[in-house]
């Protein structure tokens, strides 16, 4: 899906209304619009963070003071949201409630809220959905109307919130860092959503910190194989349970892994430095990876009889590319500054006519390590061309084909012979619900997985 820019939407609305086209009621038409501008807003404030929201706004609501003169709205063409009260919301009013709130929309966002949440079902199947519109409400400085719209879906809701555990972890921990909504947060879940949100915290935590409790023993063991003393040397002083730091688990990035799902896509230069030194304690310990190829069909049949036997896996390494107007230091310092090049950030832009995408066509990523592969456990592994690398504004892992796994490049179009084309998700075996979209998806539609793309160290202006 190509993204909607504030002209575009403002013609088509135009012409709609022109035409005279009877109210909008086809949810998908709603969704597509909703998902078009969000995906515009997104890779345009991930881009510019000073970037005015306004006119985006005034378009969709006719909120603001820059709203233009007899120009049609998509409030205006969609149906009475005052009929549809008590009735359950459409299935893909979510979208439109999701853009509202990115927009910093008021009054028409609570409208539609209040709409939404009176015909959320008692089951919690529903529930994703609106944690989704708080968690954007935080991300937006709107805490106070955050934490007001889980006490609505609370309310309900049985005095409850149903499978608040179960968002995902970047999520979920967005919403509990927040001093307004992490503070309003407990007070308004119970039963065994409460037990389940505390036994998520308390998993999250191990994991993050690199350990795992065991019922047998009673005890915690480390899950990395050899991992650094230095986050332990805090707590020599302190009466804490033992912890066994020599039994090790087969899933030797666990802490890493955990670690990005809740801070890969953090705005703080010093997080992501967590992350990097995490690489450097992570170094070589590979770990097995999954695909399912983002690829057109006819091109997978073409390779089917290989990619049955094919095995993949990630061998974590700081930054394995690094570029020649860029070049790292040698040694791992952790008093240098925490620059993009440093961090390992890369961004991707596609290549169209010969001139490098922004927006949605561009990807910004942290460098996580190379990808191996082989045909079959009896073949040796080898460099598959292709670097692991983190979505710091979708939150998920990729693969990247940049030609060989690692060393120096120079800034332009990454080879097109990629095996596998020129993008593809991957995940780790034990987390299969990665492959999801987002609920305002990553832009899985919109990305080409067949570049090319051209390649440059990211200038991140996201980060402070």
Same mark, same amino acid.
């Given at each position: 899906m190509?993204?909607?820019?504030?002209?575009a939407l403002r013609s088509f609305l135009n012409d709609y209304h022109r035409e005279r086209f009877p109210a909008m009621d086809d949810q998908?038409?709603?969704?597509?619009?909703?998902?078009?501008?969000?995906?515009? =807003?997104?890779?345009?404030?991930?881009?510019?963070?000073?970037?005015?929201?306004?006119? +985006?706004?005034?378009?969709?609501?006719?909120?603001?003071?820059?709203?233009?003169?007899?120009?049609?709205?998509?409030?205006?063409?969609? &149906?009475?949201t005052k009929e549809n009260v008590g009735k359950r919301a459409p299935k893909y009013d979510r979208f439109y409630l999701y853009l509202l709130a990115k927009l910093g929309s008021d009054r028409v966002l609570h409208d539609c809220w209040a709409q939404f949440v009176t015909g959320l079902p008692s089951s919690g199947r529903d529930h994703a959905k609106a944690y989704?519109?708080?968690?954007?409400?935080?991300? /937006?400085?709107?805490?106070?109307?955050?934490?007001?719209?889980?006490?609505?879906?609370?309310?309900? !809701?049985?005095?409850?919130?149903?499978?608040?555990?179960?968002?995902?972890?970047?999520?979920?921990?967005? =919403?509990?860092?927040?001093?307004?909504?992490?503070?309003?947060?407990?007070?308004?879940?119970?039963?065994?959503?409460?037990?389940?949100?505390?036994?998520?915290?308390?998993?999250?935590?191990?994991?993050?910190?690199?350990?795992?409790?065991?019922?047998?023993?009673? !005890?915690?063991?480390?899950?990395? !194989?050899?991992?650094?003393?230095?986050?332990?040397?805090?707590?020599?002083?302190?009466?804490? &349970?033992?912890?066994?730091?020599?039994?090790?688990? !087969?899933?030797?990035?666990?802490?890493?892994?955990?670690?990005?799902?809740? /801070?890969?896509?953090?705005?703080?230069?010093?997080?992501?430095?967590?992350? +990097?030194?995490?690489?450097?304690?992570?170094?070589? =310990?590979?770990?097995?990876?999954?695909?399912?190829?983002?690829?057109?069909?006819?091109?997978?049949?073409?390779?089917?009889?290989?990619?049955?036997?094919?095995?993949?896996?990630?061998?974590?390494?700081?930054?394995?590319?690094e570029f020649s107007n860029s070049r790292l230091p040698a040694l791992h310092d952790s008093s240098v500054p925490r620059t993009p090049a440093r961090l390992g950030l890369i961004r991707a832009r596609l290549i169209v006519d010969g001139v490098p995408q922004m927006g949605i066509h561009a990807l910004h990523l942290m460098q996580l390590g190379c990808m191996d592969m082989r045909y079959g456990p009896d073949q040796p592994w080898q460099s598959s061309g292709y670097i692991v690398a983190w979505d710091r504004h979708y939150n998920e892992l990729l693969a990247l084909y940049v030609g060989h796994g690692n060393g120096i490049i120079d800034c332009g179009p990454a080879p097109s012979d990629g095996p596998f084309g020129a993008l593809m998700h991957i995940k780790l075996p034990a987390d299969p619900n990665r492959t999801k979209s987002s609920s305002l998806g990553s832009p899985k539609n919109a990305r080409n997985y067949y570049g090319p793309y051209f390649l440059d160290v990211d200038p991140s202006p996201d980060l402070h």
């Amino acid at each position: 899906m190509r993204d909607l820019s504030v002209p575009a939407l403002r013609s088509f609305l135009n012409d709609y209304h022109r035409e005279r086209f009877p109210a909008m009621d086809d949810q998908r038409e709603i969704m597509w619009i909703s998902v078009g501008c969000a995906q515009r =807003l997104d890779s345009k404030t991930f881009e510019d963070p000073g970037y005015d929201r306004k006119l +985006m706004l005034a378009e969709i609501t006719g909120e603001g003071d820059l709203v233009p003169q007899n120009s049609v709205k998509l409030r205006d063409i969609l &149906p009475a949201t005052k009929e549809n009260v008590g009735k359950r919301a459409p299935k893909y009013d979510r979208f439109y409630l999701y853009l509202l709130a990115k927009l910093g929309s008021d009054r028409v966002l609570h409208d539609c809220w209040a709409q939404f949440v009176t015909g959320l079902p008692s089951s919690g199947r529903d529930h994703a959905k609106a944690y989704r519109v708080v968690l954007m409400l935080v991300q /937006n400085g709107r805490p106070e109307t955050a934490a007001k719209f889980l006490e609505d879906v609370s309310r309900v !809701s049985g005095d409850n919130l149903p499978r608040i555990a179960r968002v995902e972890p970047q999520a979920l921990q967005a =919403l509990l860092d927040d001093p307004v909504v992490g503070d309003a947060l407990p007070d308004l879940v119970r039963g065994e959503d409460y037990l389940e949100l505390l036994e998520v915290c308390l998993d999250g935590m191990d994991q993050r910190l690199g350990i795992q409790w065991d019922p047998e023993s009673q !005890s915690h063991f480390h899950t990395a !194989s050899e991992p650094s003393d230095s986050i332990w040397e805090a707590f020599d002083e302190q009466a804490l &349970p033992p912890v066994d730091r020599h039994r090790f688990t !087969s899933c030797h990035t666990s802490q890493l892994y955990a670690e990005l799902q809740v /801070n890969g896509c953090s705005k703080s230069p010093a997080v992501l430095g967590r992350i +990097m030194d995490l690489l450097h304690d992570h170094d070589g =310990l590979y770990q097995e990876i999954t695909t399912h190829l983002d690829y057109d069909e006819l091109r997978l049949e073409e390779v089917r009889s290989e990619i049955e036997s094919l095995e993949l896996r990630w061998t974590p390494e700081y930054s394995p590319v690094e570029f020649s107007n860029s070049r790292l230091p040698a040694l791992h310092d952790s008093s240098v500054p925490r620059t993009p090049a440093r961090l390992g950030l890369i961004r991707a832009r596609l290549i169209v006519d010969g001139v490098p995408q922004m927006g949605i066509h561009a990807l910004h990523l942290m460098q996580l390590g190379c990808m191996d592969m082989r045909y079959g456990p009896d073949q040796p592994w080898q460099s598959s061309g292709y670097i692991v690398a983190w979505d710091r504004h979708y939150n998920e892992l990729l693969a990247l084909y940049v030609g060989h796994g690692n060393g120096i490049i120079d800034c332009g179009p990454a080879p097109s012979d990629g095996p596998f084309g020129a993008l593809m998700h991957i995940k780790l075996p034990a987390d299969p619900n990665r492959t999801k979209s987002s609920s305002l998806g990553s832009p899985k539609n919109a990305r080409n997985y067949y570049g090319p793309y051209f390649l440059d160290v990211d200038p991140s202006p996201d980060l402070h």
